[in-house]
């Protein structure tokens, strides 16, 4: 999907990963949304006649399945428990856009651990502390609006200090309770 193009489809992610951008004033790419298996996409749009408000792209090898508006229209807008999912997923992001703005003003440090924080919650398998999606330090400074080399050096530091491995765009947070410090602003590292 492309920002501004009809919006005639949503989809569901069936496996990989995609990230929603949206350009800044400045005319890079800031990500709204990171998308992985089970998650909607433009699914908010569809019951209204209008364009997509965001660009998405795949994160590599991903798979979703599109569906048409009209199938959205015809079948899913009586069902209730559709209905709901619907709105269960619009509470979700309008949680995250909440917390992400309530991080405007914190430290960077702050903002990228709680980004990881978050993507490991949302899509890490059950106890573990491996981010399953291949981000790289350039998305992760889109996310939290910083300059990429601000990012490097933040993450550079965590691994120094065991905090965090990384090896070709996986992640794993081998002291989650020390980067959940650094999200609540208990240290600074």
């Given at each position: ?7 005639e ?106 980004e ?19 981000l ?42 020390r ?11």
């Amino acid at each position: 999907y492309a920002i501004g193009d009809a919006a005639e489809t949503f989809a569901v992610v069936v496996e990989g990963a995609f990230k929603l951008v949206k350009p800044t004033l400045e005319g890079s790419d800031m990500i709204v949304f990171f998308a992985t298996p089970g998650d909607v996409i433009a699914g908010l749009v569809m019951a209204t006649k209008s364009t997509y408000p965001v660009s998405v792209v795949a994160m590599g090898p991903s798979t979703v399945l599109q569906i048409p508006r009209q199938t959205f229209v015809e079948f899913w807008t009586g069902n209730s428990s559709i209905q709901e999912s619907m709105r269960a997923m619009l509470f979700s992001r309008m949680s995250l856009m909440h917390e992400q703005k309530a991080l405007l003003k914190a430290p960077l440090a702050q903002k990228v651990a709680r980004e990881l924080v978050s993507l490991i919650d949302r899509y890490s398998g059950q106890g573990e502390a491996i981010l399953p999606i291949p981000l790289t330090r350039q998305e992760i400074a889109d996310a939290v609006g910083a300059s990429v080399e601000s990012v490097i050096r933040v993450m550079s530091e965590w691994s120094r200090s065991g905090y965090i491995k990384t090896t070709d765009q996986m992640i794993h947070v081998s002291r989650m309770d020390r980067v959940v410090e650094i999200m609540m602003g208990e240290i600074e590292k």
